[in-house]
Each structure stands twice: as structure tokens, then as C-alpha cells.
């Protein structure tokens, strides 16, 4: 990756200029069985749909907070880089009250009704399936995202120096966040085309970091694993052979 990156949106542009067609993100859900693998360029062109929803749609600009009420999923990271992308802070599992505007999955969309703002539901369905019915105050992601524009350009410049990303009660700029990630990348010993595993829940920086952040600042990929605790240690062997799999954090 580029010395000069600042942002993880930095960071992004850097793995898609620099191999687009390799694997970003792996994501597994044990409970369901589910698989899906992006590539550099798909990640990428699902951040672009969603900043656009967000600056476009939403009016969301730099600075605005975002209550990020979802669990380890590829359309989390999705939704964390897109927050990069036009200069929101993405408060994780933070307090919707609090929020400027709230994204949720299934399971919080109780909590989500909190936010005066605008409120966001991902029905976090196979293949990014919509909900059946739209809960009632929410936009459903899967019905307004696939019209979004697949090229973004933010309205104002995202100060790398300003507020990005807000978890576990600690609070990290954008530069913040890209240094810490590649001082984990270092610790993992991750180096470009690594692989890392890991079965990480997205409500601290250690989740995120390993599930996300520091395999992007290595110029490496993360199979990401939901619910982990339901495969078996014969089924996890397998995975790590099949996957290709260079470092773990689970």
C-alpha cells in the first residue's frame, strides 16, 4: 500500500489500483452456510453505491455520525469504507439518539428507532437479499443501493485529521485509524497476499482491525467468518486449506 494513504478510503483507491481482480473480502456465515467473496474491484464498486446513497440520498456530509448497528458481514466493511468515503463517523454499535443517522441490521431495528434521522435496514439476507416488507421507518439497503451511481466523488475533501471511526469507547481520525492498522498488519505479520482468517466480532477494534482494516493496509484479503463457533475443528482445517489461508485471528 501506499506510504502516502491516510484514510481507509486511501487505502481502498491504493488495492484498486494496484490488483482489483484478487480477493478482498471472504465472508462465511456458519449459521447459514452462506459464502461470498469479493474482489478489489467488487468491494469497491459496492462502497461507491453506498457513499453515493449516504452523500446523495441520505444528505449525510463530513462530520455527521453514524450509529453502525451491524455484526461481522462483507456489507458491514462495505458500509465502514463508505463512511470513509465522504468523512462520517462510524460509530459502532453506538447510541442511536446520539446519531445523526442510523444503519441496522435485523436484529436492532428496535434500538435503530431511537435516531431522529435518517434509519437504514439491512435485511443481511444471501447475495444481499432485500427484507420481505421494509420495516416500517427504515429504508431497505438491497432496494436503494443497487441504482446508486458506481463511481463516487465526495462534495468536500475528507480531512484525514478529523474524527472516522468511533469503537469500544475510543475514537480514531482517519490517519489514526490507517496507522493502527498497519501496526497490526506488522504484528500479524501480514505482507501482501496474505490471507487471514478470523472469526472476530465487529464491536471492538481488534474485530475490526483483524476483520477488515489491517488486511486492507497490508495489501492482503480477510475470510471472514459469522458465527465460527459452529464449525468444527475438522471443518475449520478444511477451510484454511480451501481458502488458502496464510494467518489467523480467531
Known amino acids: 500500500m501506499n506510504s502516502s494513504d491516510r484514510t481507509p478510503a486511501d487505502l481502498l483507491r491504493s488495492a484498486l489500483s494496484a490488483d482489483p481482480a ?15 467473496e469479493l474482489s478489489v474491484a467488487t468491494f469497491a464498486n459496492w462502497v461507491a453505491k453506498t457513499a453515493n446513497l449516504l452523500q446523495g440520498d441520505l444528505a449525510a456530509e463530513p462530520g455527521d455520525r453514524l450509529a453502525l448497528l451491524l455484526p461481522a458481514h462483507w456489507q458491514s466493511a462495505v458500509w465502514l469504507l463508505a463512511c470513509s468515503s465522504v468523512g462520517v463517523v462510524a460509530d459502532v454499535q453506538g447510541d442511536p439518539a446520539a446519531a445523526d443517522l442510523v444503519v441496522t441490521g435485523p436484529d436492532t431495528l428496535e434500538r435503530a428507532r431511537a435516531c431522529r434521522g435518517e434509519r437504514v435496514a439491512l435485511a443481511l439476507r444471501p447475495l444481499g437479499g432485500r427484507f420481505p416488507q421494509a420495516p416500517e421507518g ?19 475533501p475528507v480531512d484525514a485529521d478529523a474524527p472516522a471511526l468511533a469503537v469500544g469507547g475510543a475514537e480514531l481520525t482517519g490517519a489514526q485509524l490507517v496507522a493502527r492498522a498497519r501496526e497490526d498488519a506488522d504484528a500479524l505479520a501480514l505482507v501482501p497476499g496474505s490471507r487471514l482468517l478470523t472469526g472476530r466480532t465487529y464491536d471492538t477494534w481488534e474485530g475490526l482491525s483483524t476483520g477488515l482494516f489491517a488486511p486492507l493496509a497490508a495489501g492482503g484479503s480477510v475470510v471472514l467468518c459469522r458465527h465460527i463457533g459452529q464449525l468444527d475443528a475438522d471443518g475449520l482445517a478444511k477451510r484454511v486449506e480451501s481458502e488458502r489461508v496464510t494467518n489467523t485471528a480467531v
Request: aromatic share 18%; proline share 9%; no cysteine.
Open 138 to 156: 427504515f429504508a431497505d439497503y438491497a432496494v436503494e443501493v443497487p441504482s446508486q451511481g458506481d463511481r463516487f466523488a465526495p462534495f468536500a
Open 22 to 36: 484478487r480477493p478482498l473480502v471472504t465472508f462465511y456465515d456458519d449459521a447459514t452456510g452462506e459464502r461470498v
